[in-house]
């Protein structure tokens, strides 16, 4: 089944660090370029972050917004994205979801999506 | 703030057709492709259109997208109690290498 599925969210501190993974099966996840969005309650969708494939030489891009604060990575060899957070906010509050793209002329469109995952920050 | 203007929310009744706008400038809209996102509540998002008219594999043609200057609409005809739902657009932003969305659009079938 072509599926992704966060893990890691959960309830931190305001200053404290997160890791999330973002599990790929069913694909070519080598081939993709993943990104993550992410959701405050009761908000829009805010585009946070990607990486991209290995033939575009693992390029990452960040929102203004988290620049400094996150860093997404990848294992190809796992299928497996991730989000580092670090100093974190409280405005950092949100599900943050795992999306794929993919190469070619327009990697800018989210064509599979994860169910999400929790991030809380909060004293 | 989104970035991308869109109404709060339309509605219409069963059988109808509704539109919703996403408004923007050209350093997104303008120069890049828009993509239409459907979450239903609860739920996480869902590809709808991409390349501002292209559906998404088994999405039904009821659902169509268009794109003119600085603005994209996404159409949705024959409307369906499943159809509410918030809607968003995308794109990408060239000047920042950033991908930024509208700020939602819920529809009502009333």
């Known amino acids: 089944e072509v599926q992704l599925v966060e893990s890691g969210g959960g309830l931190v501190q305001p200053g404290g660090s997160l890791k999330l993974s973002c599990a790929a099966s069913?694909?070519?996840?080598?081939?993709?370029?993943m990104h993550w969005v992410r959701q405050a309650p009761g908000k829009g969708l805010e585009w946070v972050g990607r990486?991209?494939?290995?033939?575009?030489?693992?390029?990452?891009t960040y929102d203004a917004s988290v620049k400094g604060r996150f860093t997404v990575s990848r294992d190809d060899s796992k299928n497996t994205a991730y989000l580092h957070m670090i100093s974190l906010k409280t405005e950092d509050t949100a599900v943050y979801y795992c999306?794929?793209?993919?190469?070619?002329?327009?990697?800018?469109?989210?064509?599979?999506w994860g169910r999400g995952t929790l991030v809380t920050v909060s004293s | 703030q989104s970035v991308l203007t869109q109404p709060p929310s339309v509605s219409a009744a069963p059988g109808q057709k509704v539109t919703i706008s996403c408004s923007g400038s050209?350093?997104?809209?303008?120069?890049?492709?828009v993509s239409w996102y459907q979450q239903l509540p609860g739920t996480a998002p869902k590809l709808l259109i991409y390349?501002?008219?292209n559906r998404h594999s088994g999405i039904p043609d009821r659902f169509s997208g268009s794109k003119s200057g600085t603005s994209a609409t996404l159409g949705i005809t024959g409307l369906q109690t499943g159809d509410e739902a918030d809607y968003y657009c995308?794109?990408?932003?060239?000047?920042?290498?950033?991908?930024?969305f509208g700020g939602g659009t819920k529809l009502t079938v009333l």
């Open positions: 999306s794929r793209s993919r190469d070619g002329y327009n990697d800018w469109y989210f064509d599979l």
């Open positions: 069913g694909f070519t996840f080598r081939g993709s370029t």
């Open positions: 990486i991209r494939s290995k033939v575009n030489g693992y390029a990452t």
């Open positions: 050209t350093s997104n809209i303008g120069n890049n492709y």
């Open positions: 390349d501002n008219n």
């Open positions: 995308g794109t990408s932003d060239s000047s920042l290498n950033i991908m930024v």
